[in-house]
Each structure stands twice: as C-alpha cells, then as structure tokens.
C-alpha cells in the first residue's frame, strides 16, 4: 500500500524526483486560484448551451465541444496600429481587494491539495492576440507591425505580473501556471524567430515571479510543442500539460528527465471510436502507462474528446481510471 498521499507523490513529481506511484494529473490539485467571477474572463463553466459571453476586454465567446471560444467573425481589433484606442485596462482589476479574498478564499481550500492556478488577464499572449483579431489577421500584425504587437503584449503583460505578485503575496500558492496554445497538431503556429522575438519574452516574464517565489509552476500547451519545449524549461518550468501525443515524448523525456510529462494520451482517436471497446480503451491504458511511467517524469491524463455529459464518455473516462488504479502502484519500487 502507498505511504505517499497523493499530493506528497506529486510532489515528488514536480521536484524532479521519482514518485511512490504513477501520479494522475488530477491528484492532489484544485485548479484555479482567486475567483474574480466571469467579468475578469476564463469563468465560462455556468454558461447555457448557447450561451455568449464577454470577456474583460469586450471580446464575444461562445461555446464549443471543447469549451468557450472567440466568437467566429465577431473581432473587436481590425487594425494592430489603432489597440491603444480598443484594448484597455479592465476596471475590475482597480478594484480587487486581495485581503478580502484571502481571507474569504483561503479557509476553503484543503490542506491536502494544493493551491494552484492564479490569476491573469486572458489564456495567453498568442491567444489573446488572435481573439482580438483572429488568426489571420494577428499573424498578419506579427509579421508586418511586430513592435505594435509587442506593444500591446507589454501592456497585457504589465497586468498579469501584477495579477501575479498580489496573488502570490497574499495566497501563497504552492503551484503557478502558464498557458498559451501556440500550436496546432502538425506544427507551431509561429516560427523560432517570432517567437523569440514576441512571444518568449512575455511568457518568461510572466512566469518569473512564481519561479522567484519558489512554487512549482507548469506550463499548459496543445498540440505539436516540442520545439519550445527547451524554452519553458529554461524559464524554470517544472511540467508541461497536456504533453500530447504528436509529440516524440520518449525524446523529450530522454531530454529533460527533470520535466513532468503530465498527460501522453490520445483522447480523440482510438477511444473515441464507435468501434473502440471496453479491453481495448483498457489495454490502451496499460500501453501509454509503460511507455512513459518507467522512470518517473510521468503523471497520467487520460480523456475522451466528448460533449460535457455524454454517458458514453462517462463510461469510457470510468474504464480509463478504474484501469489505471489497478496499475499505478506497480511500476515503482
């Protein structure tokens, strides 16, 4: 039987260490961190089915299979020359009062899970970019006016270190993250050069203060990563999520043993299949688990791309998890 908890094990994941057992991703964690309510952007989880909402900046969301998302066509930025008189700084962030929300916040969290999340101004520069102009004309703006790109990534950076360093001031989180899907499942959406010139810089700086206050962070990214992947374990990174599969993760691993691999699963192809069945998604299971849990570096992030509440995915997520306790205690000495 484990003598870890579940948090301690993960723990051990996140220092670089081999745990007691296979951590899940969900072990252990509540996500998130100070709730502001939806007008600060990224509380979506009450919405309707059809439901549209606005974020701090006026951008209209609405909602897909895999959560919220700009609104198709309904871009509040034509012109990268004209942001300063578009983009402003949200009212709300003039008005939060950290000692209430401490105070109020910090006696409901449990001890046994950690604190994790902050709190920031949007998803992450490359996204936030492309939901005030859509993809298009954003990639645009980074090619032809990348010092007006970069002016307006500054000003959004300026707020979420401020966001940052109040919320680690005053809730003394375990865990931080950073998040910015800059990638599809083939490649990166930028080059190297672009992002060294105007993304890099700004995911650096944001994560910093949470690296400079010693909690462990981890870096959220869909999609073909692997190329930056150098790059957030330099700024002090000590995970990455999703981690998924179109990756060479055997590599990465073999690379950067120091890196948490939180997830390796391939949850829209095979398990989502009318064909798929129970031993199948089941030996599924056992085969990602070898491949990536010998070793350590490894916590399991099995999913099934599905509509919130589809019985069928419900099923198939039950067979994923039941399959994995049976086997995360025996790769570990």
Known sequence: MPTLSPKENYLRLLRGEVPEYVP?????????????GPDLGGVFSDW?????MLDM?????????????????????????KWRDIIKRPAILDNIDWQYLADTQLPQWDPNTFLSGG???GNGYFQLLVSFMGFDNGLIACF???????????FILDMNVELAKNFIYYFHPETGGGADDIAHERA???SIEMFEDIFEPMWRQSIAPYVESGAYTSHHNCGMFETFVPYIVDMGYNAWNPAETMNDLVAIKQKFPKLALCGGFNG???????????EGIRAYVREVCDLYAPGGGYAFGGY?????????????????????EKIRYSYYD
Do not use: H, Q
């Open 268 to 278: 829209n192809d095979y398990v989502c299949s009318p064909e798929a069945t129970e």
């Open 188 to 190: 990166p959406f930028v």
């Open 48 to 52: 309707g089915e059809n439901s549209e």
């Open 304 to 324: 099934m791309l599905a509509p919130p509440g589809d019985p069928v995915a419900a099923e198939r997520m039950a067979w994923m998890y039941d399959e994995f």
């Open 144 to 154: 032809e006016e990348p010092e007006e790109v970069k002016d307006l990534l500054n």
């Open 57 to 81: 900046f006026g951008v209209p969301y609405v909602r897909d299979l895999n959560g919220p998302i700009p609104k198709p066509g309904a871009f509040i930025l034509e012109d990268i020359t």
């Open 119 to 121: 709190a920031s101004v």
């Open 24 to 36: 899940s991703m969900m072990d252990g964690s509540s996500f998130g961190g100070p709730r502001f």
